[in-house]
């Protein structure tokens, strides 16, 4: 179950602007969604409102429900609602998207969209690296990485589980900061005069555990979004490996990709 309060149904008022031209070239479904969506994008009906039944609009819209059903579908895939069993057509958050190319910090990205970040820090330890880690910070054998384990919050509501590791030696003392108030990042960049020009990142879906569950309040058989991100600084150096889980049904991530010609991709013939 959702953490959002499920609501009793508002009267149709809303949707009653909604006019289809069954002549037009686009298809009604299309016409149906693309309109919903607009009023629920709008503000109009919060998380939690229980959308009118399937009869209400089909005799509203004088369509079938199979036509109804498919506009529902497509304002799913796109996040604007939920269908529970026994509880009827929700509507649900709305997830956030950032576009990969953006290399900026959890609460730089949230600010960005109009947000209120905040952290919850569960565990800040200095720890002997496992093998790997050490390798990518390029550490000798004794020397000791920062692990700060972190719950980020959007507007309040846990949004993402996060692991960032950084080599004590680039900045030390840093556990005299509150990293539950303060950006990583601008702590870097104004204590520490280093700042991130560029990252890596691997992303993937799992199935939650059980601590992921509970920290990030996930509904039932709802995924995560894992991104294991490498962050450089200005030159070159690897300053930091973070592995952060994400709720599925809050988060997404937009890659743009660009087509080579393809007598590049083959090569020109002479």
């Known amino acids: 179950m959702d953490s959002a309060v499920i609501m009793s149904t508002p ?3 809303p949707f009653s602007s909604i006019r289809i031209d ?3 070239s686009t298809p009604i479904y299309q016409q149906i969604a693309e309109a919903i969506g607009s009023l629920l994008a709008s503000g109009v009906l919060p998380p939690g409102y229980v959308l009118p039944p399937e009869r209400v609009f089909c005799a509203q819209f004088g369509i079938s429900r199979m036509t109804l059903r498919q506009a529902m579908s497509l304002l799913d895939r796109e996040g604007f609602v939920n ?12 997830r956030l998207s950032r576009q990969q190319q953006e290399a ?14 905040e952290s919850r820090l569960i565990s800040l330890d200095l720890a002997i690296p496992t093998p790997s880690v050490r390798d990518f910070f390029e550490l000798h054998e004794q020397q000791k990485v920062y692990e700060v384990q972190r719950v980020r919050l959007k507007d309040g509501e846990a ?17 005299r900061f509150d990293l539950a108030r303060s950006s990583l990042y601008e702590i870097l960049e104004q204590s520490y005069g280093i700042r991130i020009v560029a990252c890596d990142e691997e992303i993937s879906a799992e199935i939650p555990n059980s601590q992921q569950r509970k920290l990030l309040s996930l509904p039932a058989r709802t995924a995560v979004l894992v991104i294991n991100r490498k962050a450089y600084m200005e030159d070159g150096r690897p300053l930091e490996l ?5 709720r599925g049904d809050r988060y997404s991530v937009i890659v743009h990709a660009v087509r080579k010609n393809k007598s590049i991709l083959q090569g020109t013939s002479s």
Request: proline share 6%; net charge positive.
């Open 11 to 13: 009267a149709i008022t």
């Open 22 to 24: 069954k002549d037009a």
């Open 83 to 94: 269908s529970r069993r026994g509880v009827g057509t929700v509507v649900t958050h709305r």
């Open 104 to 117: 900026l910090s959890f609460s730089e990205e949230i600010r960005a969209r109009g947000g209120r970040p």
């Open 159 to 175: 949004l993402a589980l996060e692991l960032a590791r950084l080599p004590e030696r680039l900045c030390p003392g840093l556990d």
């Open 242 to 246: 973070t592995r952060s889980v994400f």
